[in-house]
């Protein structure tokens, strides 16, 4: 079994609608957990940071963190074409040390 | 955000010959440097993490041989892929932090390799 659980897509909405994201995760010591944007072929590009369970809200973007659950979310609201990427969630025990990535949720958002 | 440099963006070499991937911390001092692979579809998988001036700590599974990690400044760390082969290829991306306990780690924008 994997660590982190990231459903691949990919995932089509139309523009303005929300997009819905996951990942499941097993190992209970994850404290901090954070959300990526990939574009094809490009490194990924940090979208939210929390730490511990909650919301984090930022513009368009919420972070959902339930770790009695063992589950994260990120949700993009009024979604947009420039949207259109993969989104990777990863997690690790210590700040900024080494993370575990989900394989990425591929999204396509149409105008 | 602070800004990270890879190079090259793509690279295709014979098999056989090896590889240098350079990352560069532009507009800051990167202590700690790490190592992804990321295989289409997939998640990015740690090969490994250098310290400034020490040896680079592989991931199990990682031959420290076969990828060369050097990270003898500050601002560079250079991968080098040795006696490539096809298996090789894939995405290689770095990521750079700088000193502090809570301090963002940047990605660079990845180089794909491919060996023929």
């Known amino acids: 079994q994997k660590e982190v659980e990231q459903d691949p897509g990919p995932l089509s909405v139309p523009e303005g609608a929300i997009v819905s994201l996951n990942c499941t995760y097993s190992n209970s010591a994850f404290q901090y957990f954070m959300w990526y944007r990939q574009y094809s072929r490009k490194g990924p590009e940090l979208l939210m940071y929390?730490?511990?369970?909650g919301n984090k809200e930022d513009g368009r973007f919420t972070a959902q963190v339930d770790k009695s659950s063992k589950y994260i979310s990120l949700f993009i609201r009024d979604s947009q074409p420039s949207d259109s990427a993969t989104y990777l969630c990863a997690m690790t025990t210590d700040s900024w040390g080494k993370l575990q990535f989900g394989a990425g949720t591929q999204v396509v958002v149409t105008p | 955000g602070a800004v990270v440099s890879q190079h090259p963006s793509r690279v295709i070499c014979k098999s056989g010959t090896s590889v240098k991937i350079e990352c560069r911390s532009l507009?800051?001092?990167?202590?700690?440097m790490f190592w992804y692979r990321q295989f289409p579809k997939q998640s990015l998988m740690l090969m490994a993490t250098s310290n400034e001036g020490s040896k680079a700590t592989y991931e199990q599974g990682v031959e420290k041989d076969k990828f060369l990690i050097n990270h003898a400044s500050l601002t560079l760390s250079t991968l080098t892929v040795t006696s490539a082969h096809p298996e090789d290829s894939s995405f290689y991306i770095c990521?750079?932090?700088?000193?502090?306990?809570?301090?963002?780690?940047?990605f660079g924008q990845g180089t794909r390799l491919t060996v023929v």
């Open positions: 929390t730490y511990s369970s």
């Open positions: 507009d800051f001092q990167a202590t700690t």
């Open positions: 990521s750079a932090r700088a000193r502090g306990s809570n301090t963002e780690a940047f």
